[in-house]
């Protein structure tokens, strides 16, 4: 059953995205200078991602909880090759050095070694994006207060408070440094406090308001948090008050190809097709990196004949009529993180960050996930917020 909290928050949603446009101009703080040779900054609304002189996509991890400390070895590795600094480098500002067990040396980013991934195929490619929520872009941040934090969530890279994760807002109604937000309208909007002896700096200035708070705004614009998101990633504000209050947004998600919709369900916004099916991914599937220029990929380990050859040893409980591939429409193109690969019927499938889709049979209704809740954890849904649902399973 899908909550009524989800419904609620897709419509916001998809009424409120058409202001987007007008919040995702932002200009950010000067980037890092002396980036060592072979990596490059491409400059973003909400910062700067770190790409190698091709314009392939540089990454972090979580499980990297030591600085300047690799975990990734071994196959590891193979699958995130360390981006590889000359034996004689010398750490420098935000550039340090990272020694790995086999005594090469690997460039690090405000202490996070970095790394590429195998399995991006073109430039601006980032399949390992979300990966296992534990991979993400490797990420320079516009300056902002220590109160303040940059997330991403189902409408982009987003302000957050940093110590609740909460989303901050816009208000339509505010004039620049100046909030109209009054006694009534703050027990729902709660502004977002500076410190007493916080100072205004580049883009951050301090609102004085009546009732002696003061405000942090950013560009001029200043910054609440809504009562009624209860959890970090949250947004159900984003469209309030027919469209006055608007999340604090840098830079939206990347769009959707035109046969893919956001579909609430009881576990937040997923993605879906035209008639609301969720999309699945499978990992074991995922296509190994090519040249570009190549034809496009096969799926691999008999991915595309899931459905039509039985279960597969990793899937052991999938039976075979479960799963069926999404098959793309004569003259479809592929975009950005979604793809095309050839299935060996010779039709065509689309695939997200490398990994061939499909819907399952099993779910019945719009925004029903039967595929990841009876299904092994090999296979995942896909969420708006480029984040995977895995499977529950064994």
């Known amino acids: 059953m899908i909550s009524g909290h989800s419904d609620r928050w897709a419509a916001h949603f998809i009424t409120a995205m058409l202001a987007v446009a007008a919040l995702a101009s ?11 040779s072979g990596v490059v900054l491409q400059q973003r609304g909400y910062g700067w991602v770190l790409t190698d002189e091709k314009g392939m996509s540089i990454y972090v991890t979580v499980r990297d909880q030591q600085p300047s400390k690799s975990t990734c070895t071994a196959s590891c590795a193979e699958t995130w090759p360390p981006v590889a600094a000359p034996g004689d480098a010398q750490g420098h500002g935000e550039w340090s050095i990272v020694t790995r067990d086999d005594g090469s040396k690997q460039w690090a980013f405000e202490g996070h070694p970095l790394y590429r991934y195998s399995n991006d195929q073109s430039p601006g490619d980032s399949y390992g994006d979300d ?5 993400s872009l490797a990420t320079k941040f516009i300056e902002r207060p ?34 109209s937000c009054d006694a009534d309208c703050v027990r729902v909007w709660s502004p977002h406090e500076a410190p007493r002896m916080a100072n205004a700096r580049g883009d951050w200035t301090i609102v004085a308001r009546g009732d002696g708070i ?27 008050q027919g469209g006055k209050w608007q999340a604090a947004i840098l830079e939206p998600l990347a769009p959707l190809m035109d046969w893919v919709r956001v579909q609430a369900s009881d576990a937040g916004l997923i993605l879906s097709d035209q008639e609301g099916r969720t999309l699945y991914g499978r990992t074991v599937s995922r296509i190994r990196n090519r040249a570009l220029g190549a034809a496009p990929a096969r799926s691999e380990g008999n991915a595309q004949d899931i459905h039509d050859a039985g279960p597969t040893t990793a899937c052991v409980e999938c039976p075979r009529s479960y799963w069926r591939p999404v098959i793309a429409s004569d003259g479809a193109k592929p975009s950005g993180n979604w793809s095309l690969v050839n299935r060996d019927d010779g039709r065509l499938q689309w695939a997200y960050k490398g990994e061939p889709l499909y819907t399952n049979t099993r779910d019945t209704w719009a925004g029903a996930l039967n595929g990841v809740r009876s299904g092994d954890r090999s296979w995942h849904a896909l969420m708006r917020s480029g984040q995977q649902m895995q499977g529950t399973g064994n």
């Open 214 to 240: 003061r405000q942090w705004a950013y560009k001029g614009r200043p910054l609440y948090r809504y009562s009624g998101d209860l959890t970090p990633g949250e947004a159900y504000g984003h469209g309030g």
């Open 146 to 179: 220590s109160s303040v934090s940059v997330s991403k969530n189902v409408l982009g890279y987003v302000l957050v408070d940093s110590n609740s994760g909460a989303t901050l807002y816009y208000y339509e109604e505010d004039e620049p440094g100046r909030s």
């Open 131 to 135: 990966l296992q929520n534990a991979w």
């Open 26 to 36: 932002v200009t950010a703080a000067a980037a890092p200078a002396d980036a060592p």
